[in-house]
């Protein structure tokens, strides 16, 4: 995150680089020329999917998804509260998110699971800590689509 500071900016920090905060939260990936593959990773150098090398260009990703597959994780590191849910997000533009997805039951979605998979989701976007210089930092997650 150091690299993304600069001394005048006071604003709010995303937790992850393909993160954009700006002018409304959505995900960027970036989109091989030659393939069209795309990738979350802003710092890859070459398309796994055809060979090509450093020919990439950013691409906004849809804020709306569905899940794929999920998991109820209930032991985690001190402090974390569980149980909570964390899934596989697919996106429209091909690619797949793992995030974790609130406005979800976790016994209920254990219970009755069919219910989650496929779900239609909606990125949302919350405040998870500070940095050392008392910037937000902003975290992304899913949760159900309210349309």
């Known amino acids: 995150m150091a690299e993304q500071a600069q001394a005048t900016d006071t604003g709010p920090r995303p937790i992850v680089p ?3 905060l700006a002018p409304k939260p959505h995900l960027e990936g970036i989109k091989c020329e030659k393939c069209g593959a795309i990738y979350l990773d802003p710092k890859r150098v070459a398309c796994s999917k055809c060979g090509e090398t450093d020919k990439f260009k950013p691409v906004s990703l ?3 998804g569905k899940v794929y597959v999920f998991s109820v994780v209930h032991q985690s590191f001190p402090g ?3 149980p909570y849910v964390t ?3 697919d996106l429209p533009e091909g690619i797949s998110v ?3 997805l609130t406005g979800v039951d976790p016994e209920q979605a254990q219970k009755e699971p069919n219910k989650v998979f496929n779900l239609p989701v909606e990125l949302v976007t919350g405040v998870a800590a500070k940095d050392r210089e008392g910037h937000d930092v ?3 997650s899913y949760q159900p689509s309210k349309n």
């Open 87 to 89: 899934a596989i997000v």
């Open 80 to 82: 974390i509260k569980t």
């Open 62 to 64: 849809s804020d709306k």
């Open 138 to 140: 902003v975290a992304f």
């Open 98 to 100: 793992r995030a974790n």
């Open 18 to 20: 393909w993160l954009k």
